[in-house]
């Protein structure tokens, strides 16, 4: 099946700083590209959704100018976390999926766990 | 809104164990459900999925049955093995979005 890779796994940075976290589609071009956020023994939450070359569309409630989302390519998305803080700690998800595909068929990539000190 | 809530976890069963992971969700329509898988240090994968009420969806010796009248997709396996030791997710679209519950995790003993 289809692989995203996302870089890097696990990141610590201290408070105040920013930390970007990459999301790949290794065989297949991701056409749109979703960020989900997982909190301890909580469900994923949708954070955003962004189509390749357009601005990424938010859900309710996550800040669009601490989480910043560029996907100006097909094979390549980024999440920049701006101005860390200990309560953005947190497992960050992201998935993929092609142009012609169903809304379900999203390729998930393994996570990157965040750690604000 | 929508929602899916699954039976906590970690579950823990021996190899060949009959496995039940129970997942209600509340929808306004009848949406399409999943459950997904996430094997150690990888991303989720799709396991199995049901469009309407009735259906059954099976992979790999798991199975999931919509029940509308319930609102229930609970998940079954009649004997696991160690190599089914993940996280189980249940999920539902709404509005062409996943919406999943809080994940439970199996752990399968020799």
């Known amino acids: ?117 | 809104g929508d929602s899916v809530t699954q039976m906590e976890g970690p579950v823990t069963l021996s190899e060949e164990a009959f496995l039940t992971i129970n997942c209600t969700y509340t929808a306004t329509g009848y949406p399409s459900l999943f459950w997904y898988v996430q094997y150690p240090g990888e991303g989720l994968q799709l396991l199995l999925k049901a469009t309407k009420a009735d259906d059954k969806g099976s992979n790999k010796g798991f199975e999931a049955t919509y029940r509308k009248e319930t609102t229930s997709f609970h998940l079954e396996k009649g004997s696991v093995q160690v190599s089914d030791s993940a996280v189980y997710f249940c999920a539902l679209i709404s509005w062409g979005k996943l919406i999943f519950g809080q994940g439970t995790e199996l752990s399968v003993k020799p």
């Open chain 1, 1 to 117: 099946g289809a692989v995203v890779s996302q870089h890097p796994s696990w990141v610590i940075c201290k408070s105040g700083t920013s930390v970007k976290i990459e999301c790949r589609s290794l065989d297949f071009q991701a056409t749109t590209m979703f960020w989900y956020r997982q909190f301890p023994k909580q469900s994923l939450m949708l954070m955003a959704t962004s189509n390749e070359g357009s601005k990424a569309t938010y859900e309710q409630g996550v800040e669009k100018d601490k989480f910043l989302i560029n996907h100006a390519s097909l094979t390549l998305s980024t999440l920049t976390v701006t101005s860390a803080h200990p309560e953005d700690s947190s497992f960050y998800i992201c998935s993929a999926r092609g142009g012609l595909a169903v809304s379900y068929e999203q390729y998930f990539g393994p996570g990157t766990r965040l750690t604000v000190t």
